[in-house]
């Protein structure tokens, strides 16, 4: 009772300090407060009356949305930031002395956090606590009470061990929801830890993605990490919309197994028209290979009604990346069944001509014939592309410890959601910001947490890395 009352005192304070915080920040800029009032500003429609702000500038989608994320490395954190790009606070919280552990993996600057870290954790903030110690799991509880959205991808049973069950949750918020990855859904793997590859190797890609006569391939999209996150944002937001009418908060889990399943539904479609025939639009149809019980691999076999093939382009010999998809809508051989039993004719006839012109050539050639294609990008040029720098999708940052670096930014464009992308967060540099003006500690109080290691790797104060 004690410690309940404790908590609610603390609430309270917390909740006052938060008001003050966005009372301070309204004036500055948006007022996120006034799109929460709700009936008497409706405009008979549930919804609030239209702002007169120009497009752009009344804030952002996920304004006011306030997310303990404890992600680490791919699948997770690519969630969050794409929620946090769209607005919402979050709150990234790290083992003390240790953060995430991409921080270090895969360094390229010494001493700087790596690519790996900075390309998946930009527009957040980071808070170090040791959830494991009892009084880091007090303030993981406070931080379980301001916000809305808590976002995990512990390997099975991690979250729990820490306490944070669901009905420990729910009960100290019952509006907040709680998203997991895990790498299977219920079921025999439901304990198994995942990586990216072994989500698309359970989730039928490899065995659909390679040649013919080789052997499984993984794809270098990161179909099972950041597919997976893409996944558990929609959940979330989807959640957060039904909180708007249910009150509660709820459970979201993107199974990476399910979510590579989800991309690959076309050869699930693919396995089932097996049973009534050859899958004719693939190429070793019309090689005369027969099908197998499973769906084969199709090469570069476009998969669709249209056939199309990677041909070599000018300065292939030297040029890895010199080429270019084409896809053949050629008027003599206006029907699938006209084209397919002759596509390797057709693709050796093309390739003669387009080996005489570089990608860039051919493509403006051939899309004032209509013909749909595409170069072959390699990663050099999309980091020069002046066009993705132009839309925000390739986005330069500057780092206290690295300098500049290049990032992807909001594929999804929002016409009154301007993306906020501004650089990862060094370990723990929000951690003092967050117990004093999200949780409301008081001086002494933050003194007394320092003291008690709960936010600091031994013999190391939580700010270390970061000076
Ligand atoms: N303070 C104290 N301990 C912390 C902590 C903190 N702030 N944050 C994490 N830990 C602890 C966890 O409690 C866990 O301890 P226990 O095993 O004793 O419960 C421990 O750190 C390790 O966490 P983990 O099990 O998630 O990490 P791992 O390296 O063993 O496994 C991964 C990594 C990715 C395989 C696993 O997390 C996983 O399967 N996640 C779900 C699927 C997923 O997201 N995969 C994609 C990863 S990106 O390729």
Known sequence: MATRNKVAKAK????AARAKSSAKKSSKKVVKLKVKKPAAKTAGNGLPRLSS??????????????????????SGPTCTQLLAYMGADCIKVERPGVGDITRGQ???????????????NGSKRSITIDSKHAKGREILDRLVQQCDVLVENFAPGALDRMGLTWEHIHKLNPRMIVASVKGFGPGPYEDCKVYENVAQCAGGSASTTGFRDGPPLVTGSQ???????????????AALYQRIRTGRG????????????????VKLRDQQRLKHGPLTEYSQHGEGVPFGAAVPRAGNDSGGGQPGWILKCKGWETDPDAYIYFITQAPVYA?????????????????????????????EILNKYDIPCGPILSMK???EDESLRATGTVVEVDHPTRGKYLTVGNPIKMSDSPADVRRSPLIGEHTDEILRKVLGYSEK???????????????????????
């Not at 497009?55 to 490395?73: K, M, N, P, S």
């Not at 390229?108 to 998946?120: E, H, I, P």
């Not at 320092?450 to 104060?461: L, N, V, Y």
């Open 250 to 265: 709820q459970r979201v889990l993107a199974a990476m197994q399910d979510g590579v399943l989800n991309l690959c539904r």
């Open 106 to 120: 895969l360094r390229d600057v010494k001493g700087a956090d790596s690519l790996y870290f900075t390309m998946l």
């Open 12 to 15: 309270s304070k917390a909740t």
């Open 53 to 74: 702000k120009p497009f752009g500038q009344a804030g952002r989608a996920l304004e006011g949305v306030r997310i303990l994320d404890f992600t680490h490395v791919q």
């Open 223 to 237: 179909i099972g990490d950041s597919g997976t996150g893409l996944h558990l944002a929609l959940g979330i937001v």
């Open 445 to 467: 109080e933050v003194g007394d947490i320092k003291q008690s290691g709960a936010i600091t790797a031994p013999d190391k104060p939580a700010k270390a890395e970061a000076a």
């Open 381 to 383: 040029e999309i980091a």
């Open 335 to 363: 029907t699938p069944p006209a084209r397919l039993p002759r596509l390797r004719q057709i693709f050796d006839t093309v390739e003669k001509w387009t080996e005489t012109k570089n990608k860039f050539e051919a493509m």
